[in-house]
């Protein structure tokens, strides 16, 4: 596809349940990011991963979160045992190597936990 | 710890008006610092500034950087409807580290 695309865009799940959100970067972009941003707030970073290097996961507020690229290509965000604070939209953004600064965003998921 | 302020926290101006957006840092060992625009969900990159004193410009948007005193502005002249969204800072963190620190964001509204 032309951009970023994440699905779902929006999931509403009960406390304690488990999601996978999905994230298609750029074709070719060897860079990937995932921000949390809840309501009213800036972008909370969470994990960046670069190629075939181990990821940056320093990010992640908890153990209940982890994120996994398959083939360099597709992320997919785990988090397990929701929790109400969980509830943000978590957004997506792939980079050429070498051009972290130009981020291309996705539509982001809003993940509601209730 | 680094951070980023961005002020004002919301803004309401009317179609023609000029507007000032502010971002103001500490973040040790500063490389760049960018902007975006998000109108929805996903933002968009607007401009990303290195060097001070150079104004970057995109048609009726503007940017300026100012390490000394740890400071960027976005202008944006002219305001029209479409320029509602809110502007996001960012700030990437030192030693190549590639992750970056946001603001919480300026939201502007633009009245017809």
């Known amino acids: 596809g032309a951009g970023v695309s994440q699905s779902p865009s929006n999931k509403v799940t009960e406390k304690g349940k488990d999601v996978e959100l999905r994230c298609d970067p750029i074709s070719g972009h060897t860079a990937l990011y995932w921000y949390r941003q809840s309501l009213g707030q800036g972008l909370e970073f969470l994990i960046y991963f670069q190629g075939n290097s181990a990821p940056d996961k320093s990010g992640l507020p908890s153990d209940r979160f982890s994120a996994e690229r398959t083939g360099g290509s597709v992320s997919t965000l785990t988090i397990q045992r929701t929790q109400q604070e969980d509830s943000a939209v978590y957004l997506c953004?792939?980079?050429?190597?070498?051009?972290?600064?130009?981020?291309?965003f996705g539509p982001g998921t809003r993940l509601t936990v209730l | 710890e680094d951070k980023v302020v961005q002020s004002p926290l919301s803004l309401v101006v009317h179609e023609g008006d000029t507007v000032t957006l502010n971002c103001s840092y500490e973040v040790t060992n500063f490389r760049s610092l960018l902007w975006y625009k998000q109108e929805k969900k996903a933002p968009t990159f607007l401009f990303m500034l290195t060097s001070s004193g150079i104004e970057k410009k995109s048609g009726r948007l503007s940017s300026i950087l100012d390490k000394k005193e740890l400071f960027s502005i976005l202008n944006i002249t002219a305001t029209q409807t479409g320029d509602s969204a809110v502007y996001l800072c960012?700030?990437?963190?030192?030693?190549?580290?590639?992750?970056?620190?946001f603001g919480t964001g300026t939201r502007l509204k633009v009245l017809a």
């Open positions: 953004a792939s980079t050429l190597r070498g051009r972290y600064n130009e981020q291309f």
């Open positions: 960012a700030v990437e963190e030192p030693s190549g580290t590639y992750k970056y620190i």
